[in-house]
T-cell receptor, first 112, second 114 residues
Framework: ETGVTQTPRHLVMGMTNKKSLKCEQH?????MYWYKQSAKKPLELMFV???????ENNSVPSRFSPECPNSSHLFLHLHTLQPEDSALYLC???????????FGEGSRLTVL | GENVEQHPSTLSVQEGDSAVIKCTYS??????FPWYKQELGKRPQLIID?????GEKKDQRIAVTLNKTAKHFSLHITETQPEDSAVYFC?????????????FGKGTLLTVNP
């Protein structure tokens, strides 16, 4: 595997479920990101991890909980989500703060 | 904070024609402007970027222009081909291109008709 891989690609969950999204990068980068992509809205930066430390948290509701156990892996833990949280969640990585962003193909989340 | 407006939201052209997508930004401190292309069902990918110390940058059929005074920048695609069909996102960043401060536009769906 090369690049940035995300699993699962599709996820349907109820509002009371707990699930996790996983991201893995094989590029040797030291920064990882979670973005939310909703229809007709700009890409929204949710979280940034640099050298496994969270450096940015853009006022994301606590029902989204990120975890970065090492520089290659990033998780987004989901619990008690709302229907408006349905979106494509994109993971990305970069080398350094200003390096080119390399995106995964996303996890399409539907909250019923 | 920064606000990036992108127009048009959809654009349809005939193969071989040129396509222009425009973005404006609000923070005069922004100094890095990348463009990403996202094909249907695929990941966004960087196609070209420009920094505020230059006014234009070209890469084959793609060019980006920047007008710092007016705070707008544009993507130009010449001799369009069906494989250019995708959603294009502009973005702006301060702090030397920090991804932490990267603000995206809403995207333009470009359709190139054969």
């Amino acid at each position: 595997e090369t690049g940035v891989t995300q699993t699962p690609r599709h996820l349907v969950m109820g509002m009371t479920n707990k699930k996790s999204l996983k991201c893995e990068q094989h590029l040797g980068h030291n920064a990882m990101y979670w973005y939310k992509q909703s229809a007709k809205k700009p890409l929204e930066l949710m979280f940034v991890y640099s050298l496994e430390e969270r450096v940015e948290n853009n006022s994301v509701p606590s029902r989204f909980s990120p975890e970065c156990p090492n520089s290659s892996h990033l998780f987004l833990h989901l619990h008690t989500l709302q229907p408006e949280d349905s979106a494509l969640y994109l993971c990305a990585s970069s080398q350094g703060e200003a390096g080119e962003l390399f995106f995964g193909e996303g996890s399409r989340l539907t909250v019923l | 904070g920064e606000n990036v407006e992108q127009h048009p939201s959809t654009l349809s052209v005939q193969e071989g024609d040129s396509a222009v997508i425009k973005c404006t930004y609000s923070d005069s401190a922004s100094n890095y402007f990348p463009w990403y292309k996202q094909e249907l069902g695929k990941r966004p990918q960087l196609i070209i970027d420009i920094r505020s110390n230059v006014g234009e940058k070209k890469d084959q059929r793609i060019a980006v222009t920047l007008n710092k005074t007016a705070k707008h920048f544009s993507l130009h695609i010449t001799e369009t081909q069906p494989e250019d069909s995708a959603v294009y996102f502009c973005a702006a960043s301060i702090s030397g291109g920090s991804n932490y401060k990267l603000t995206f536009g809403k995207g333009t769906l470009l359709t190139v008709n054969p």
